[in-house]
Nanobody
Framework: EVQLVESGGGLVQAGGSLRLSCVVSGFSLEDYAVGWFRQVPGKEPEGASCVSTMRGSPYYADSVKGRFTFSWDNAKNTMYLEMNNLKPEDTGVYYC?????????????????????WGQGTQVTVSS
């Protein structure tokens, strides 16, 4: 059974940090492009950071570049999103995802459309 289970979200003040984790089972991180998306109410999800292969360098959305770091542990089949200097506009539900290909930019996934593998999400709330 394929599962992507996120954890690590919470409430944090602006300027604070959080580390999200996504434990993957049912496939290897090396099998697909993987990444982190976030969604705010009323909008479709947009990619925060993704990587096409485990040998590649992560792509970061301009809004998170320099503040977020995407990493992974192949042995644990787990990916992470380290989020620093959080801003209120970072508030949303964060999802880990996998697919081939994985479109890590705003606007690709329309209403009801998602990458093939999609977690249940973890809420991140940043207060000002």
């Amino acid at each position: 059974e394929v599962q992507l289970v996120e954890s690590g979200g919470g409430l944090v003040q602006a300027g604070g940090s959080l580390r999200l984790s996504c434990v993957v089972s049912g496939f290897s991180l090396e099998d697909y492009a993987v990444g982190w998306f976030r969604q705010v109410p009323g909008k479709e999800p947009e990619g925060a950071s993704c990587v096409s292969t485990m040998r590649g360098s992560p792509y970061y959305a301009d809004s998170v570049k320099g503040r977020f770091t995407f990493s992974w542990d192949n042995a644990k089949n787990t990916m992470y999103l380290e989020m620093n200097n959080l801003k209120p506009e970072d508030t949303g539900v964060y999802y880990c995802a996998a697919d081939s290909p994985l479109y890590c930019y705003a606007g690709h996934y329309g209403p009801g459309e998602r990458p093939h593998f999609w977690g249940q999400g973890t809420q991140v709330t940043v207060s000002s």
